[in-house]
């Protein structure tokens, strides 16, 4: 059986009530005797004055027979050793000694408290008048109010105690259900978003509490979950497209051979489907390599950069480039993808270069900057982060034969991001000047 209450609202109220109920009780148990102690001090004080002053004037001789009663104290007596009651107060007048109680010689002074009734206790005092055998006793006493009953002060105590522990209780579920009341329409207005409409977000309580905080989360997630799919949504449309135009050449070259077989040049096709081929192949691979950049699987290693960019400066011949190596550089990486990173970066200078490519390698602090500049057109600001979005080709490159696929600064820029650095195109007096900066060893 479940006990514990599914809700915050109803387990915080519960334990307010019971920790509520728990302290009132402890201070009910703590006060019970106080209360009693003060209310029976006072009285036995008074009751304890009024039989000093009627056993003194009794010795002197001056007690009426009908004392005056004194004060609080209305039962006073004087009582012989065999019981009689001969000088009383009106109230005690008629009546049988109001105790039994009877000081030894030697003590002369005894006090108590005696309860006759469940409603009716008395505060007694008793003092003998002499040390003879015959001394008469003197007693004065006094009802205790009906508050210090037995029983019924604990009875007061305990309904105090649900009394305001029952307010207690019943202001915690209130303020507890207007406190979560934000985060009820949090999660229905969460319920209620699809991913055909992500674009509405949860109502934001003002203030800077954890609710408020909550609810900003939650549009700043649903903010980047929208961009995200709108992303993904682009990158499919994106992808299909660029998959379509090669698969449509190889299917137009294919058909057009069997249809016209006689008239077809076999190697042209041939070669022409290889292209298509080959591009089909490119945009598939990169597509892959951006997958995996994504599932955080690669296993990193010591890495020597200056050697990795000396080897592409060994490999590439194709027009003149000045090269500037620092050495002994070494970062964290996967050595496959930092050969991409820099084959990316490089072929992309050589496409846009008209004459010269700069590459520079050094270290800055903690971190190895490779620049990548070429003489081109370069790249206007606007779109300075726009190149780096997949498939996006500039008015000027978006010819599909000029051999890239659309995704080469999209895969440098993720293989540094994954690398823990950054990659971005800085202000160039001429042409495009990349810059990528990685965490050095």
């Known amino acids: 059986m479940r006990l514990r209450p599914r809700s915050i609202r109803a387990r915080d109220t519960m334990l307010a009530a019971l920790i509520s109920a728990t302290v009132l009780s402890l201070l009910a148990v703590a006060f019970d005797p106080l209360i009693r102690s003060a209310v029976s001090s006072d009285l ?9 002053r009627a056993s ?3 010795r002197d001789g001056t007690l009426p027979a009908r004392i005056r009663a004194d004060g609080r104290v209305a039962l006073i007596q004087v009582v012989t050793p065999d019981g009689r009651v001969v000088k009383a107060t009106a109230a005690a007048a008629g009546r049988a000694p109001v105790s039994t ?22 505060v007694i005092e008793a003092i003998r008048t002499t040390t003879a055998h015959d001394a008469p006793t003197v007693y004065a006493a006094a009802e205790l109010p009906v508050l210090m ?6 009875l007061l105590l305990l309904l105090g105690v649900v009394l305001l522990a029952v307010p207690i209780t019943v202001f915690t579920w209130y303020r507890v259900g207007r406190t979560l009341r934000p985060i009820g329409e949090i999660e229905a207005q969460l319920a209620e978003i699809s991913g055909s409409d992500l674009s509405r977000r949860v109502p934001e309580p003002p203030g800077e509490d954890e609710i408020a905080r909550l609810a900003r989360t939650s549009n ?36 057009d ?43 990193y290693e010591p890495v020597a950069l200056t050697e990795l960019v000396a080897a592409e400066r060994a490999r590439r011949a194709v027009r003149r480039m000045d090269w500037e190596l620092a050495a002994g550089l070494v970062v964290r990486g996967v050595p496959t993808q930092l ?5 990316n970066l490089l072929d992309n200078a050589e496409r846009h270069a008209e004459s010269a490519i700069d590459v520079r390698l050094r270290r800055d602090g903690g971190h190895a900057v490779l620049t990548v500049a070429d003489d081109g057109a370069g790249i206007p600001e606007a779109d300075r982060e726009r190149v780096f979005e997949r498939f996006t080709r500039l008015d000027s490159a978006r010819s599909r034969d000029s051999g890239g696929t659309g995704l080469g600064l999209a895969i440098a820029r993720d293989i540094a991001v994954a690398h823990g650095g950054s ?4 202000d160039a007096p001429r042409g495009a000047r990349f810059v990528l900066r990685l965490p050095a060893e």
């Open 149 to 154: 009953v037995p029983g019924l002060l604990e």
């Open 339 to 343: 050969v991409r990173l820099l084959t």
């Open 44 to 52: 036995l004080a008074e009751v304890q004055n009024a039989a000093r």
């Open 56 to 58: 003194q004037a009794e």
């Open 101 to 122: 109680l009877r000081p030894p010689a030697a003590v002369r002074v005894q006090d108590r408290i005696d309860c006759g009734g469940p409603d009716r206790c008395l």
């Open 257 to 299: 051979a069997l249809m016209h077989p006689d008239d077809t040049d076999l190697v042209a096709t041939v070669r022409a489907a290889l292209r298509d081929t080959d591009r089909l192949e490119a945009i598939i691979t990169d597509l892959l390599l951006l997958a995996r950049l994504g599932t955080g699987t690669a296993v």
């Open 423 to 426: 990659l971005h195109i800085a």
């Open 220 to 255: 700043a997630t649903l903010e980047r979950l929208e961009r995200a799919v709108t992303r993904q949504r682009q990158f499919a449309a994106d992808a299909s497209h660029e998959l379509r135009t090669p698969i449509a050449g190889l299917r137009v070259n294919l058909e």
